[in-house]
């Protein structure tokens, strides 16, 4: 099996990966709603939003990881998930300039160059994917 023949399982395999991450992010704001706003607050310096826009913004991103994962409008998809990454990517920013304090905080930068390779790869991330080249990669 070629190289081409085995992409599509390992694309599939990150959009998935990517997907799981996500979605625990979206459910965070339909289950802890407060922690949420925490978050606006200490990361993006937003502060005041009432519980239920948290809601509507979960629903908002249920339904753009939804069409994601399922390789739906990959252009804008998998352009969106990445701009979400990145921006919570580079928020975090302080934290990776004392690294031994929050570890964890270090595996946004794999996923982010997922996100990335997804997003430039995504006329070949075809299995299960709703959205299909027109002519073979």
């Keep these: 099996m070629n190289v081409l023949q085995r992409l599509p399982l390992a694309l599939f395999l990150m959009r998935l990966g990517v997907f799981i991450v996500m979605l625990m992010w979206t459910l965070d704001k339909f289950v802890n709603p407060k922690h949420a706003s925490a978050v606006f607050k200490k990361f993006y310096f937003i502060g005041g939003f ?57 595996a946004a930068w794999p996923m982010l160059a997922a996100c990335f390779a997804l997003y430039y790869l995504r006329d070949a991330d075809t299995l299960w994917a709703i959205d299909r080249p027109k002519s073979p990669v």
């Design 50 to 106: 009432d519980q239920g826009l948290f809601y509507v913004i979960g629903a908002i991103e249920m339904v753009i990881i939804l069409a994601f994962v399922a390789g739906f409008m990959k252009r804008w998809t998998y352009g969106i998930v990445l701009l979400l990454h990145a921006v919570s990517t580079f928020a975090a920013f302080g934290y990776y300039l004392n690294p031994w304090d929050k570890l964890t905080f270090f």
